[in-house]
């Protein structure tokens, strides 16, 4: 069985940027609030996206599920929670949510991603630090 890390919560206030013209988060930003997670995953974890680039190499999303529960609003404050299980040496599966200062959960889903040369459009091994985190 794999290993299922709990990533560091990452929380933000609803801005108007954010939110459509009702003052309700915007549905695709959500997606924008996950990516925000998984970014701070790697980063916290000492993995340079940039530098994995200039190797020719990128996380890509290979699937999404969402579950669109509750509407957050403008002046909101959020946290993103996500835990991180590795299905192979090129694909990793988030799950992540989106809750309320009072835990009321407004967003969940699954994030499939994927690490690819982007020269040759094939999945690639994680580096080795990635790995490791794993182990």
Do not use: W
């Amino acid at each position: 069985m794999s290993k299922i890390i709990k990533c560091s919560d990452v929380q933000f206030t609803v801005y108007v940027e954010d939110t459509d013209f009702q003052g309700f988060v915007y549905h695709a930003n959500y997606l924008k609030f996950f990516e925000r997670a998984r970014s701070n995953f790697l980063a916290k974890n000492n993995i340079s996206q940039k530098n994995l680039k200039n190797h020719d190499l990128a996380f890509v999303i290979k699937k999404i599920e969402l579950n669109y529960l509750l509407a957050a609003e403008l002046g909101d404050i959020l946290t993103v929670k996500s835990s991180v299980e590795k299905k192979s040496n090129a694909r990793m599966i988030f799950l992540q949510k989106v809750v309320g200062d009072d835990n009321k959960e407004f967003v969940n889903g699954m994030v499939e991603v994927c690490l690819i040369n982007l020269v040759t459009k094939k999945p690639k091994k994680f580096p080795d630090d990635l790995l490791l985190i794993f182990n």
